[in-house]
């Protein structure tokens, strides 16, 4: 397959130990992707499996030109499949999904039907999910709430790989740590429209999962982080600098009220433990301040430096001469 062919969908799969599913999954998303009679390819992103997945998907990216292999020299995570994928994709829409055969390939024209009413983002929504209750169905439901209520993008199934993008939406989003399933909420500055789909969920016959409870705990500290991209990203003195400033005042307040106590009442204050609350409130606030300004110029030399800008242009008009 020659590179940079455009075409009208990239299908990118993140791979980790799933050498039974790969075949399976492969018929079926030729099967789906060859009666939609759009021009289409298969992106797997083997993220340093242990078995004889790279071998498998050697072996179709060889026999189909449709099919793309991408191998990392070790495990580097979804969210750095996903990116990989992403780069290389040549699509139009950019559609994920799991490679454990739970997301149904039968889904892909639901979605892209969806997404002529206008969407950037359309994200599968495992309503009648198949996996166990208690240790993955119960704490994805309060980290999707969680999420939700923090970031305003309101969703069910965040953590749903099956999603359907719009390539200048996805290749525009940025790719760390495990933020892949952030990724709708990390759209919204770029004013993307987004919204979700009922889809199928099977439950894993081959291999096992690679997520446990403890998920739930990195999702909720990753939280924090999405919260202040969100909203202070490109603005961090509002953070830093606002929380500082509070304490200084504060601090100075404690300080003031001390120095007033000396010089018109007479009381000893060296050995009162206000004064060393009161001197701490001033030193973390004056540290806090310093931290936005340093956090200001970082921000800056970085989309300075990169030539990047903190927005997406969708449009321009200019007058014709």
């Keep these: 397959m ?3 062919k455009k075409v009208n969908l990239s299908i990118v799969v993140p791979i980790y130990n799933e050498e039974e599913n790969l075949p399976i999954l492969y018929e079926k998303l030729k099967k789906v992707l060859d009666s939609i009679g759009k021009s ?3 992106i797997f992103v083997n993220d340093g499996s242990t078995d004889k997945s790279w071998e498998i998907i050697k072996e179709l990216a060889e026999k189909d030109p449709n099919v793309i292999g991408v191998t990392f020299k070790r495990n580097y995570g979804q969210t750095a499949a996903m990116s990989a994928g992403f780069d290389i994709a040549n699509g139009e829409i950019i559609i994920t999904m799991d490679g454990d055969l739970q997301n149904d390939p039968e889904d892909i024209p639901r979605l892209l039907e969806k997404m002529t009413e206008g969407y950037d983002i359309v994200s599968g929504w495992r309503k ?3 996996d166990a209750f208690l240790s993955r169905t119960l704490p994805s439901r309060i980290a999707n709430w969680l999420i939700s209520k923090v970031t305003g993008v309101h969703l069910h199934d965040y953590g749903c790989s099956l999603k359907a993008y719009k390539a200048d939406i996805a290749k525009n989003l940025d790719y760390f740590g495990e933020m892949h399933r952030f990724l709708p909420a990390l759209a919204k500055p770029m004013g993307a429209k987004i919204t979700e789909l009922p889809v199928k969920h099977h439950p894993r016959i081959y291999g096992k999962s690679k997520y446990g409870i403890s998920r739930t705990f990195k999702v909720i500290l990753d939280l924090f982080l999405v919260k202040f991209l969100l909203d202070y990203r490109t603005k961090p003195l509002r953070v830093f600098g606002g929380t500082g400033l509070i304490l200084l005042l504060f601090g100075f307040a404690v300080l003031l009220y001390l120095v007033g106590i000396k010089l018109f ?13 009161g001197t701490l409130l001033v030193l973390s606030g004056i540290q806090l301040l310093s931290t936005g300004i340093v956090a200001e110029l970082i921000v800056r030399t970085y989309y300075e430096s990169q030539n990047k800008r903190p927005y997406l242009i969708k449009e321009i008009i200019r007058k014709s001469e």
Excluded: C, M, S, V
């Excluded at 009442?265 to 609350?277: A, E, H, K, S, W």
């Design 2 to 4: 020659k590179e940079n």
């Design 40 to 42: 289409y390819e298969i």
């Design 128 to 130: 009648d999910r198949k």
């Design 265 to 277: 009442l007479g009381q000893d204050i060296g050995n009162r433990p206000l004064l060393t609350f």
